[in-house]
């Protein structure tokens, strides 16, 4: 479904992404890891279009995303939870959902994308009054999921959404990510938390200062051994 | 050896040597004033540029200081018979006083825009001011019969008269701007200096660095003030007329805003490059007649397309225009 | 002093107060999607005042549709100035003082153009109605009754599509993050371009509703400009509470101190209380507040 070729992004004049290639395939979980500053956030920006690669193809369903306008990127289903949630924190939590189904395809569907959402997280229905400034952290991060999912994605991708959340509450994000992606849709899972991120994951790359440096199965590098040491801290 | 003079400051010795060299070539009454007023705007926007350029304080009044310094000057000289040549001191200073007391307040603001009016409505005070008081300052019908510069014995040259000359003025300006930018020079590489670079670049690391950062931007603006002032103080002796909206309507701050962000904000010769592109420009496109402002807004906008980071760093060596 | 003066003096207060919300709230708008001063915002006062002139007086329309054809004809030139001179500074650095030499360009580009194209004699239109009401011994005229509501009306439209209308919100999303809005699949490029529009039709409308009381010339934009400047700061930037609440805090105080002291000094005052609202309030009077 992304077909990700050799890309190259740059800031300015510094690279931070190098000759980058990846795939994900319809109904798969697919997760990036890599420590801080690796590149992560770079690279899922360069799919939405927020940045251009200076190199390099990315492919969805075959149509080629480097000159796509980034709203028209939404448009196509590619959706991005990013990174800190960035919310509009003046609107209210119903505000918020429903700018969520802007793209064309999915406002027919507000109603019902808005009941599917509110049983996702129903915490979200209690609260729809409420300025999204105002939410606690896990509120917030639920909040960010669900208005990607009012746009109808059909790749959902999301970086670090467990950061800064309790356990509690980073165990509710992944049952829903499972949930999702369990009705279909297609998921591209940034995080640190690798063990996590593994036990859900059907495969998986390791990006080291914008290098790739592993791929496999999920499963697969959970039991690596180079893997547990750098990544899981054992 | 000629390598390290230039790189320290001497390049600029040697330009203001080659400007003081041009009426002794042309000294056509025309060509020597255009030169002078372009060396006034020259430090006008440069006096600007120290607050905007190196300290990031977007002020939008700075014509009240200069036209304080006129106003002022002029005032003393004709009601009490004040020397114009304390008037540049005088204009400077009160100029400087009311810089304080504007950059209280104005300092407290954060974001851009309310520093920009705020100053501006100070401006507009000053400028509302010398409209209404008429009995003082002949309001919009203009104080004319300003004193000229008295003369003064020159070294080598003996008596210089000002009277009805342009080439004087034109030196005394150019005086006045060497050493204003001998100060401004010797100031951006002083500790002060290197704490306002970093002001400008975060205030937050500035605090953290035990940078006073209020105090430094209050010095700051109350300097900047004090040059304009004294500017506004030539301006009047050298012009002889005065109107509120000569000098202290926005129009002249449009013109210092100009002619610094074209010239190249927050670079040493921008504003110098500026001024004197504009000055010239405006003055010799005068055959244009209607069509000089259409093409003066014009080009302003082309400029800010094509060559957005100003005309300084493209025309000069990147150590010059620094 | 009689109380029926005051009563008159406030009334012509919230007239005024009508025409700077109408300017203030077009630059808070801006100044709220796009971060950025517009220069050229009394320009496209001056073109509503001239639009509406052509229309009326050569197009022989009547004012209900005159209007509105102003309207349209600044908010063509405000997309257009948005389209080739703020676009293509966008997004590139210097953002922070870019526009304003660009729209500082554009008014001086504008106001000559005018002046070339239609002359620096001032021009002007009848009321669009005649006569007035005397209230208990207060005097309105109709064509003043006449800005008021028409404001109050197109402000209370505005404020309700910003608030419900899907390209409302997308606005407002815009705004508070624009990033979080490109990735919602918001083409903030077009919210630019219609805020651009829209600030520039209501910048016409209050020229249209002003000019039978003023006159119509290439300057008339300029002092208001600085006003509108004013009331956004004093009301706080990007909010349109702000704006109104300004803008009518400004008329009144004006026609106060007309009243009471003296037209010529109106405009220190003005300036007096910026200052001084500035300093207990430094964001404004409803600067923090988020829409
Ligand atoms: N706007 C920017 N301008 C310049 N450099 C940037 C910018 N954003 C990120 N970088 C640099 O690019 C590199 C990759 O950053 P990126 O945000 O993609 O990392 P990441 O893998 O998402 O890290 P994290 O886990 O901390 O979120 C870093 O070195 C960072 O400093
Ligand atoms: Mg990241």
Redesign the pocket.
């Known amino acids: 479904m992304l077909d990700v070729r050799g890309l190259d992004v740059l800031?300015?004049d510094?690279q931070?992404v190098w000759d980058l290639s990846f795939t994900v395939d319809a109904g798969e979980i697919v997760t990036l890891l890599?420590?801080?500053?690796?590149?992560?956030?770079?690279?899922l920006?360069t799919i939405s279009g927020l940045l251009r690669p200076r190199r390099g193809h990315i492919l969805f369903d075959g149509v080629s995303l480097e000159t796509v306008p980034p709203d028209r990127i939404v448009g196509m289903g590619v959706l991005q939870v990013p990174?800190g949630r960035r919310l509009w924190p003046g609107m209210t939590v119903l505000e918020n959902l429903r700018l969520g189904a802007y793209p064309k395809g999915a406002r027919g569907e507000e109603g019902a994308s808005l009941e599917a959402v509110f049983s996702l997280f129903p915490v979200l229905a209690e609260r729809r009054g409420q300025l999204a400034g105002t939410l606690s952290g896990g509120e917030q991060q639920m909040l960010a999921i669900g208005r990607a999912l009012m746009a109808r994605p059909r790749l959902l991708m999301l970086?670090?959404p467990s950061l800064g959340l309790a356990p509690k509450v980073i165990e509710r994000i992944f049952e829903v990510i499972q949930d999702v992606s369990r009705r279909g849709v297609t998921v591209l899972l940034?995080e640190?938390n690798a063990h996590l991120a593994l036990s859900v994951a059907n495969r998986a790359y390791i990006?080291e200062t914008?290098h790739l440096v592993r791929a496999g199965a999920g499963s697969e590098l959970l039991a690596d051994a180079d893997v547990r040491r750098a990544y899981l801290g054992v | 050896m000629l390598r390290r003079a230039l790189d320290g400051g001497g390049v600029y010795l040697v330009l203001a040597g080659l400007l003081a060299l041009v009426p002794l070539v042309n000294s056509d009454a025309y060509f020597v004033h255009i030169l002078t007023l372009s060396l006034m705007h020259s430090a006008l926007a440069s006096s600007w540029n120290l607050i905007c350029g190196y300290t990031g304080l977007f002020s939008f009044g700075h014509q009240a200081f200069f036209g304080l310094g006129a106003y002022v000057s002029s005032l003393m000289a004709m009601k009490a018979g004040l020397s114009p040549w304390l008037g540049l001191v005088v204009g400077g200073g009160v100029a400087a006083a009311a810089g304080f007391v504007i950059a209280l307040p104005c300092l407290r603001l954060r974001a851009p825009p309310y520093i920009a009016i705020a100053t501006l409505g100070f401006a507009e005070i000053c400028r509302f001011t010398a409209m209404n008081l008429v009995g003082l300052t002949r309001g919009e019908l203009g104080l004319w019969g300003i004193p000229e510069m008295t003369p003064v014995p020159v070294p080598g040259v003996g008596q210089v008269s000002f009277t009805g000359q342009r080439v004087p003025y034109f030196y005394l300006m150019l005086a006045i701007y060497v050493a204003m930018m001998a100060l401004l020079y010797w100031l951006v590489r002083s500790p002060l200096g290197l704490a306002l670079k970093s002001v400008r670049d975060s205030e937050d690391a500035a605090e953290s660095l035990g940078v006073d950062i209020v105090r430094t931007k209050i010095l700051i603006f109350v300097l900047s003030s004090f040059l304009a002032g004294v500017v506004g103080a030539f301006y009047a002796h050298y012009v002889l007329i005065l109107t509120p909206s000569s000098v202290l309507s926005v129009g002249v701050m449009i013109e210092i805003v100009a002619m610094t962000l074209i010239g190249g904000l927050g670079t040493f010769l921008g504003p110098t490059v500026g001024a004197f592109g504009i000055t010239l420009l405006l003055e010799y496109m005068r055959v244009l007649g209607d069509y000089r402002l259409l093409i003066y807004g014009a080009l302003l906008i082309a400029i800010i397309l094509f060559i957005p980071e100003g005309i300084a760093k493209r025309l000069l060596p990147r150590r010059v225009a620094l | 002093m009689s109380p029926g003066l005051v009563v008159e003096q406030i009334f012509n207060g919230l007239v005024s107060g009508a025409i700077y919300a109408l300017m203030a709230s077009g630059l808070s708008l801006i100044w709220g999607t796009l971060k950025m001063l517009n220069f050229a915002h009394g320009e496209f006062y001056m073109l509503g005042g001239f639009g509406v002139y052509f229309a009326l007086l050569l197009g022989g329309l009547p004012p209900l549709v005159a209007v509105p054809v102003a309207m349209l004809g600044a908010a063509v030139v405000g997309m257009l100035l948005e389209r080739l001179v703020i676009h293509p500074l966008l997004d590139k650095p210097g953002w922070d003082v870019s526009p304003i030499i660009a729209t500082l360009g554009a008014s001086i580009l504008l106001q000559n153009l005018a002046l070339h194209l239609w002359g620096e004699r001032f021009k002007n239109i009848p009321y669009y109605i005649e006569g007035g009401v005397n209230l208990f011994g207060i005097r309105m005229a109709w064509q003043r009754v006449l800005i008021v509501a028409v404001t109050v009306v197109v402000i209370v439209v505005v404020v309700a599509a910003l608030r419900r209308s899907r390209w409302g919100m997308a606005l407002r999303a815009t705004a508070q993050d624009r990033d979080a809005a490109v990735l919602a699949g918001i083409d903030v490029y077009a919210v630019y371009l219609w805020t651009l529009g829209l600030t520039a039709a209501l910048a016409a409308l209050a020229a249209a509703m002003l000019a039978p009381i003023y006159s119509i010339n290439p300057w008339m934009g300029t002092a208001l400009l600085l006003k509108a400047f004013i009331v956004c700061v004093l009301g706080g930037l990007g909010s349109l509470e702000g704006a109104i609440l300004g803008g009518v805090l400004l008329g009144t105080t004006e026609s106060l101190t007309v009243l009471l002291w003296s037209s010529e000094w109106k405009d220190v005052v003005a300036f007096v209380l910026l200052i001084l609202v500035l300093w207990v309030r430094p964001a404004g009077l409803m600067g923090t507040r988020e829409w």
């Open positions: 800031y300015g510094v931070v890599g420590a801080n500053g690796a590149g992560k956030s770079t690279t920006k990174e970086d670090e940034v640190q990006l914008g």
